[in-house]
């Protein structure tokens, strides 16, 4: 018997979830402060400037946090996300969640002010094989555009559901 149900492979190729946020310098410097990325192309303008850029950037890590809303503690599910991001792919025979994996590539800076869209879709759902039994592996693939509808990032982002 298959982990992937009817209803979550019929998902592939589909948009698991979008959302738009505006990148906000005190906010950006206030997370790469508490995660200790103290670059000066987020705080320092006239560095910025002088590497070629026309302000302050926000860090590219941010953007996702800039366009994902919170969650109460009692909507989130019991692997601590809010399955939003992901769709909300169900997975019945295979309830326990870990991140596999992501990669980001970016294009272009989100400076202040800018509205970030993010685009997520969903790539992929294949069941495998592991040394420690079956599991799903689901690769989703997001877009982040500015107001402008530049490409700012893309980034391919994998979870693992076990039974």
């Given at each position: 018997m298959s982990l992937i149900d009817a209803e979550s492979a019929s998902r592939v190729g589909t948009?698991?979830?979008t959302a738009t946020g505006e990148v906000n310098r005190r906010d950006w410097q206030r997370w790469a402060a508490a995660v200790g990325d103290h670059n000066p192309l987020w705080f320092d303008a006239e560095y910025a400037r002088a590497q070629g850029y026309r302000d302050i950037i926000c860090p590219p890590l941010y953007l996702q946090y800039a366009v994902l809303g919170a969650t109460p503690l009692d909507g989130l599910r019991p692997d601590g996300s809010s399955g939003a991001v992901s769709g909300s792919l169900a997975f019945p025979r295979a309830p326990k969640r870990m991140a596999g994996g992501e990669s980001t590539r970016f294009y272009g800076p989100a400076y202040h002010r800018d509205e970030i869209e993010m685009v997520r879709t969903i790539e992929?759902?294949?069941e495998k094989q592991g040394r420690s039994g079956p599991f799903v592996l689901v690769t989703w693939r997001t877009v982040y555009?500015?107001?402008r509808r530049e490409l700012v990032a893309e980034a391919t982002t994998s979870m693992i559901a076990r039974p």
């Open positions: 948009v698991a979830a992929s759902i294949v555009r500015n107001q």
